[in-house]
């Protein structure tokens, strides 16, 4: 019995898991890989490693880019010491330590908030296109989306010259339809419009009555 205890491993005293996800059978299969000298025993056995990673992952078989993804994980559980002929690139440290770039937050206009951001970046699409009918047709577009936005927030009527205002502003004054001839959509049609996409669960429901 006390040999026994004497014989037990535990974690903390065993090495150290580069991707503790595939276990330690996998880490030490590569580790094995590692110490055998034929290059070409070496590769097969990679192989091999590869295919067992493969098939702990099968929802990740359609995924593009997978064969790839596992051949640097491979490389990662090496602690790239593993010397192999890989069908990709093998992946530097410094590499896969390197940060991402930092994603851009979204732009916010607290003044206008119930238009969305999305309505900013149509018209930074609009301002981008030449002067004709097409750009003429898309702002005029963007103007209705807007007046439409105003209604779902405010819920009440909204003249088309607040619409061009916000319109002027929001566009840094590069689209410009004040003192247009051009109208927008009724706020009556807006409103009706906007009423048959309301849930049925705002409507009361008739049915028979249980006993």
Request: overall charge neutral; proline content about 5%; some cysteine.
């Amino acid at each position: 019995m006390v040999q026994l205890i004497d014989d037990l491993e535990y974690n903390t005293e065993r090495p150290y898991l580069m991707i503790p996800e595939y276990g330690r059978h996998i880490q030490k299969m590569v580790d094995q890989a590692i110490a055998m000298e034929d290059r070409e025993e070496r590769n097969k056995c990679a192989k091999s490693i590869i295919s067992v990673m493969g098939n702990l992952n099968p929802h990740l078989r359609d995924v593009p880019d997978f064969q790839h993804k596992l051949w640097d994980q491979l490389f990662m559980i090496s602690d790239f010491k593993l010397d192999v002929d890989a069908p990709f690139s093998k992946p530097s440290r410094e590499e896969l330590a390197e940060r991402p770039a930092p994603l851009a937050y979204p732009q916010n206009f607290p003044k206008y908030r119930f238009y969305g951001n999305n309505i900013k970046r149509m018209i930074d699409v609009a301002i981008s296109w030449e002067d004709g009918d097409k750009k003429e047709g898309l702002v005029l577009t963007i103007a209705n989306h807007m007046k439409k936005s105003f209604l779902n927030w405010n819920k009440d009527t909204v003249e088309d010259d607040v619409i061009f205002q916000h319109l002027f502003e929001l566009s840094d004054g590069q689209l410009n339809l004040k003192g247009s001839k051009e109208n927008l959509s009724l706020t009556e049609d807006l409103l009706k419009h906007n009423k048959r996409f309301e849930t049925k669960e705002t409507k009361p429901v008739r049915g028979r009555k249980r006993y």
